[in-house]
């Protein structure tokens, strides 16, 4: 038996925590507030992100981060990306130098440009493993098989954590390339915003599919120019990731883009999701990132210019369709 805090009880957090206790594991949950630790206490259910879903009694709650950190085997990053940083700051002067860090959140820093886990790296000496890939928490929740990836740049750590979580319905691989495994995780957000503005728009599977081929090709052309590995974004934390998020009713993501494409305001749409749309900050640092390393990337500057430049919807999709005619090309 490990014992392993998780910080973070939305609903990845608590999949995972779901997970993680049915293997006989320790777990002890982070809360943001005493409301939430209050409402998980009384009801046994996170009623806003995971209804229906009952958690068992031996799941412990806390909103104290010492609690949830120290003389733990494994500490599970599940706040979204805003949060990693202070996460990562308030939680250093209870981690233990053997401590895993596992990151399963997903998202760019906007200030410094970094990836989640170079976020971690540059805070706590810790070992830090990515656990990322086509993974909505309604259905793991569920037992529905899924696969994902443990990526470090300390193998060790990838199979240790591999071992840790995979299950007969979560199936675990590890990929050595992290940042490539990173940037698929984080950017296909902003693809499904696309994806599902094109929904709101009333278009059909030929857009949704375009979005998706000429996505993961942006995708692929940064995560190389910034030193990932082209397959990966062949795999489950690259297309496949960005299969599940653009096309799925669960998708957070998605639904937001769908809601500005019937009209909504941005904040509108946010609230209206009550869950993190991590595509949204993540527009601004892949936009940056863009131009840092001076790439092409249409649909995402698209996306850009729609939420932050208040461009109009159809120019966004007219300019988009009728820039300069070319080969196809995926790199
Ligand atoms: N939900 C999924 O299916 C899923 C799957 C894979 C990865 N992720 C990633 O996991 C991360 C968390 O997503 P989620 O869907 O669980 O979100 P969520 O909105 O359901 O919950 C986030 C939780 O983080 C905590 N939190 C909220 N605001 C905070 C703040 N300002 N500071 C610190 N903690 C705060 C709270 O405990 C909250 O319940 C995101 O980066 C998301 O992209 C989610
Ligand atoms: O599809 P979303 O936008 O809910 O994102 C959740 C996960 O990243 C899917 O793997």
Redesign the pocket.
């Known amino acids: 038996m490990q014992k392993i805090g998780v910080?973070?009880?939305?609903?990845?957090?608590?999949?995972l925590s779901l997970l993680l206790n049915e293997k006989g594991h320790d777990v002890t949950v982070?809360?943001?507030d005493q409301k939430?630790k209050d409402d998980l206490l009384t009801y046994r259910e996170?009623k806003?992100?995971l209804p229906g879903i009952k958690i068992p009694l031996e799941i412990h709650f806390s909103t104290d981060y010492e609690e949830c950190v120290e003389g733990k085997d494994v500490v599970v990053m599940?706040?979204?990306?805003?949060?990693i940083r202070?996460?990562s700051e308030a939680i250093m002067p209870y981690l233990e130098k053997e401590t895993v860090i596992v990151n399963?959140?997903?998202?760019i820093e906007f200030e410094t440009l970094y990836t989640l886990s170079q976020v971690i790296e540059s805070v706590v000496p810790n070992k830090v493993v990515v656990l990322?890939g086509p993974?909505?928490?309604?259905e793991?929740a569920r037992h529905m098989p899924t696969a994902v990836v443990a990526s470090s740049e300390c193998m060790v750590s990838a199979e240790y954590i591999q071992d840790l979580f995979i299950t007969e319905y979560f199936r675990v691989y590890t990929n050595p390339d992290i940042i490539g495994v990173e940037l698929g995780?984080a950017l296909k957000?902003v693809i499904a915003l696309a994806s599902g503005v094109a929904e709101g728009l009333g278009y059909g599977d030929n857009s949704k599919a375009a979005l998706i081929t000429r996505g993961i090709a942006e995708i692929a052309r940064l995560g190389v120019a910034m030193g990932g590995n082209p397959n990966t974004f062949g795999g489950l934390t690259g297309i496949g990731d960005l299969i599940v998020t653009c096309m799925s009713g669960?998708s957070?993501n998605r639904r937001c883009g769908e809601l500005i494409g019937q009209g909504y305001t941005l904040d509108e749409a946010i609230k209206k999701v009550n869950?993190?749309v991590?595509g949204v900050p993540t527009t601004k640092g892949a936009y940056a990132l863009m131009k840092k390393h001076n790439i092409e990337m249409p649909i995402i500057t698209a996306i850009y210019e729609g939420l932050f430049e208040n461009a109009p919807v159809d120019e966004v999709v007219t300019k988009l369709m009728c820039r300069d005619k070319k080969m196809e090309s995926f790199d």
């Open positions: 910080l973070g009880a939305g609903s990845w957090g608590l999949a982070w809360c943001y939430e996170n806003r992100c599940a706040v979204p990306s805003k949060a202070t996460t399963v959140s997903k998202g990322s993974s909505h928490a309604e793991v995780g957000n669960h957070r869950m993190v991590e």
